[in-house]
């Protein structure tokens, strides 16, 4: 197995693509701190993948969680290898609606977690030689309509996790970005409420497909997590069906 004796924290990991990334690594061998809000997903997680998942309902939006989120994960298996920072909230609206509020939504569940958790993580990644998986979103990359909050975490994620890569390369420590497209409950819900969308989407992928959380993007976490990406680092793996193609 890829991943034996790695311990990962996973934010926004009881539903969606934290959950599918979650069962992927536990599959793989890690054990995983897995951090959400919803309290009754995580132990529906816990209870589905046994003790090599332990559940910690945390709000990322708090700063000074990040340090405890970390010390648990430290408590709960003795090291901290891999931090998946996949959580992230927002609202849509075109960009003359979009609303400071709507704006703080997005970087205060997005970038700026992603960012306390990476400081909170480095001694620990570190000291193991450890990974940093951080999301951006084709939303961000292309400017997606009615999207410019999220876009704009989006692309602030990406641009932090370039530095870090530059910075923590003599570390010892890694740090990519994956940019997804599956088929997450949210994904469903949206397309529920916009008949026709579904189309629209998968015309725009050449695959055809969304992806699978667990099949398709968990195992390129694992990729990301394992030896195998050890001479990788500051790259933004569009595993996305072949909708957008960075140049």
């Known amino acids: 197995m890829r991943l034996t004796e790695k311990v990962a924290i996973v934010t926004g990991a009881a539903g969606g693509i934290g959950r599918g990334i979650t069962r992927a690594f536990v599959k793989e061998g890690a054990s995983v701190l897995a951090v959400d809000i919803n309290a009754q997903a995580g132990a529906a997680l816990v209870d589905e993948l046994g003790d090599r998942v332990r559940f910690l ?9 990040a340090e405890s ?15 998946v920072n996949n959580a992230h909230a927002s609202r849509q609206a075109p960009l003359l609606e979009t609303t400071q509020d709507m704006l703080d939504l997005s970087f205060n569940t997005g970038f700026y977690p992603t960012f306390w958790l990476m400081k909170a993580a480095h001694p620990q990644l570190s000291a193991n030689g450890g990974s940093v998986i951080n999301f951006a979103s084709g939303a961000g990359i292309e400017g997606s309509p009615t999207q410019g909050s999220y876009a704009a975490a989006k692309e602030a994620i990406r641009a932090i996790s ?3 890569a530059n910075e923590w390369a003599r ?15 949210g994904v469903e819900a949206y397309i529920e409420a916009n008949p026709g969308i579904e189309k629209q989407l ?28 050890s ?10 069906g072949g909708s957008v193609k960075l140049r």
């Open 162 to 164: 370039r530095v870090a």
């Open 57 to 65: 309902d945390a709000d990322i939006s708090v700063e000074a969680n």
């Open 231 to 240: 001479y990788m680092t500051g790259q933004t793996l569009m595993v996305d």
């Open 69 to 83: 989120i970390v010390s648990t994960a430290v408590q709960a298996f003795g090291r901290v290898d891999a931090l």
């Open 202 to 229: 998968l015309a725009g992928t050449p695959m055809r497909r969304f992806g699978d959380p667990e099949g398709d993007i968990g195992r390129v976490a694992v990729f990301l997590a394992s030896e195998d990406a």
């Open 171 to 185: 570390d010892g420590i890694n740090v990519n970005v994956i940019s997804p497209l599956a088929l997450t409950e």
